[in-house]
């Protein structure tokens, strides 16, 4: 089974702060992404990463960076937390080819006060 | 670019009843079709997909979906839901090029009722 983890379920955070989250996927899989969920929004993308040391910018990239040196980490960063950043954080990967099929981790509740 | 509507916010049903979950997508070029599904505190799992091929997909947990290309729509049915199957549910599309990104809808709440 393919298997997509984060480092925290939940997190909380003060203004200001630099917050990492970390991402592992354990198939070998060439793309990754970072997603935020808020109600009524759905899924939107903040970063994605085709290959190691390879980095794109999602529709809401603003507020974040990311770092993939090795092929099965993708972090986020937020370098200067604030409470709009308030959100629960999804990590996905996907082979880049075949099944198109993307997986996802369990989710990061983030809260900045 | 593309982009999904999935107009209904939430769909309320009762158990053993049949539901549609509407999905309506826009883009310029070809596509393939998700839907995923999110129960409470965790992450997305997938349902179904369309690539190719059938019209009609059949997903896990008795969940099908059909791809209309002169609707641009693929919506989600379950002739008979169960609590269970109480969770949130995201479309997704995709165009076709392997480097493309998924778009997704902001999502239906489906709620199961005795």
């Known amino acids: 089974d393919v298997k997509v983890t984060q480092s925290s379920r939940y997190l909380v955070k003060r203004t200001g702060e630099k917050v990492f989250l970390e991402c592992v996927q354990d198939m070998d899989h060439e793309n990754m992404f970072w997603y935020r969920q808020d109600p009524g929004l759905g899924l939107r993308l903040i970063y994605f990463s085709y290959d190691v040391k390879m980095k794109e910018k999602g529709d809401i990239p603003e507020g974040y960076s990311v770092s993939r040196e090795k092929k099965e980490r993708f972090s986020l960063i937020l370098e200067s937390a604030s409470t709009n950043q308030t959100s629960m954080y999804l990590c996905?990967?996907?082979?880049?080819?075949?099944?198109?099929?993307?997986?996802f981790g369990p989710g990061t509740r983030l809260t900045v006060l | 670019a593309q982009s999904v509507t999935q107009l209904d916010s939430q769909v309320p049903v009762f158990e053993e009843a049949p539901v549609e979950l509407r999905c309506n997508y826009s883009s310029s070029v070809s596509v393939y079709l998700f839907w995923y599904v999110q129960y409470p505190n965790q992450g997305l799992q997938l349902l179904l997909k369309y690539l190719s091929g059938s019209t009609l997909v059949k997903g896990i947990n008795g969940f099908e979906a059909e791809f209309n290309k002169s609707q641009t729509s693929f919506h989600l049915r379950k002739p008979s839901v169960h609590i269970s199957d109480t969770a949130e549910y995201f479309c997704?599309?995709?165009?076709?090029?392997?480097?493309?990104?998924?778009?997704f809808g902001t999502g239906t709440r489906l709620q199961v009722t005795l």
């Open positions: 997704a599309v995709k165009d076709t090029g392997t480097a493309s990104k998924l778009t």
């Open positions: 996905a990967s996907r082979r880049i080819s075949g099944n198109m099929e993307q997986f």
